[in-house]
């Protein structure tokens, strides 16, 4: 044991005594290195890593998805989880004149991306039969012809500060910084941190014409991520991919009935219409819709009937029919198809011919209609279901106590006595069931992990 310390100790000496200048060097180096290294690299620039996202659809710069414009800024209200408005821009607001002038205030913190305050004269309002008066710096006034109760949710969308020329400035988090066109249309956007020492990366978004397109992208590695799709495609069987699912509660997928032809309307059109809502087994259904509003609404009412599946109680409604049909078409769009095919099984137990027309757009005719709808954030829904919007009112519903309730609804400015309105609007809907609510759509966002 002693000859072997000694040995080492011999061969540490001689080693130290041959590269003596290189060691002490090298010690100097490290503990320099050591000291002073990090302020360095602190001093270089940050090298922000870039996040590329798919969206679907086609937009122009001034209508870009809301998905991207709220990183870019907010509306002179925001809306929460329950859809009641809550401080945007504006930090408070009144409504005055029984609802027919809303006076906003804005908030004096805040400040555009160009760093010049927040002021009444650089928000651009369009409002149809409306007007918008700036009465100072802080505070912007509406007058409508007609009092309105969902203006304050309306006006949620983001705004940017309007200047000739200027290119979304807004005051979020995020900046543009660059956009590139295909004639009138984006191709693409990217947006940078507002904070130049923020660590957070760069945002940008590819917008394609198709989900497949989308998919496709997403394979060649143009982008990491492709967001809110309907479909994964063979995407799903991938390997090293996040594939996450979310329930879209801001659209539900809905049946309607043409209440205006002679197949639907009367005592025996509403005997059809709840037998075939019976007859459809909705428990298929992961995130099921039983109303026109999101169950997260503040307006929702959870006691309206559910229709739940009951096959005896919808041939014992059907019997009732004075002229029973022997056949009814089903129109729906291509990516609704699976379930227009779960519905024509449901309505043969009836003893129904079914016939699915599928179409690239809503017809002008049809005696069923199988679509998405989208659920405004307001509780409102007086486009959809009063009988003078014969544009939107799918169902072609026309029935006197709704319109009155859809009316006083709009026009009420208390929340519980809305609320009231509304939870008799959607009871009395679901009692005539002019159409059959279904399920919220789900989307997915695939991710390489």
């Known amino acids: 044991m002693y000859k072997k310390l000694r040995f080492a100790a011999r061969l540490t000496t001689a080693l130290f005594t041959k590269y003596y200048l290189a060691i002490i060097l090298g010690l100097v180096l490290g503990i320099a290195s050591f000291i002073g290294l990090p302020p360095l690299l602190a001093r270089l620039p940050y090298i922000r890593p870039t996040i590329t996202t798919a969206l679907v659809g086609r937009f122009t710069e001034k209508e870009l998805p809301n998905t991207v414009l709220q990183k870019m800024s907010i509306g002179l209200t925001t809306i929460g989880e329950s859809g009641v408005p809550a401080p945007g821009l504006a ?16 908030s004096p913190d805040l400040r555009w991306h160009d760093g010049t305050s927040v002021k009444s004269s650089d928000i651009s309002l369009n409002f ?7 009465r100072d710096d802080t505070h912007l006034q509406i007058k409508l012809q007609n009092p309105f109760a969902p203006l304050a949710s309306i006006v949620a969308r983001p705004l940017f500060k309007s200047e000739k020329n200027s290119r979304l400035v807004g005051v979020g988090s995020y900046k543009l910084r660059s956009v590139r066109k295909n004639g009138s249309f984006v191709e693409s956007i990217i947006l ?27 394979k060649l590695g143009l ?3 492709v967001s809110s799709v309907s479909e994964t495609g063979d995407l799903a069987s991938w390997p090293n991919l996040e594939v996450a699912n979310q329930v879209a509660i801001d659209r539900h997928v809905v049946l309607f009935f043409d209440t205006s032809g002679d197949l639907f309307s ?6 059809l219409r709840l037998a075939l809502n019976y007859a459809i087994d909705k428990s298929r259904y992961q ?4 109303g026109p509003l999101s169950s997260s609404s503040w307006a929702f009412n959870n006691t309206i009937r559910k229709y739940d599946f009951d096959l005896k109680r919808a041939k014992d409604l059907f019997s009732k029919v004075e002229k029973q049909p022997e056949e009814i078409d089903l129109v729906t769009l291509p990516i609704y198809e699976q379930a227009a095919n779960q519905i024509k099984t449901d309505w ?19 005696e069923a209609l199988l679509v998405a709808q989208v659920i405004p954030t307001d509780p409102d829904q007086y486009n959809f279901w009063h009988s003078t919007q014969t544009g939107t009112n799918l ?17 009420t400015l208390d929340l519980t006595e809305r609320k009231k309105l509304y939870a008799d609007f959607q009871r009395f809907l679901l009692d005539e069931s002019p159409a059959v609510f279904l399920y919220f759509p789900e989307t997915y966002t695939i991710t390489k992990k």
Do not use: H
């Open 91 to 106: 930090q408070s607001w009144e409504a005055t004149d029984s609802g027919k002038v809303y006076i906003f205030t804005l």
């Open 128 to 134: 149809k039969d409306a007007e918008v008066e700036i």
């Open 192 to 218: 940078a941190p507002i904070e130049k020492d923020s660590k957070l990366p760069l945002l940008k978004y590819n917008f394609y014409a198709t989900q497949s397109q989308a998919r496709t992208a997403f």
């Open 223 to 225: 982008v990491q991520i």
């Open 266 to 271: 009367g005592a025996s059109g509403k005997n």
């Open 287 to 290: 995130a099921r819709s039983i």
């Open 348 to 366: 043969e137990a009836l003893g129904l011919k079914v016939n699915i027309k599928v179409n690239q757009d809503i017809p002008d005719k049809y």
């Open 395 to 411: 169902s072609r519903f026309n029935n006197p106590r709704i319109d009155k309730l859809l009316e006083d609804g709009r026009k």
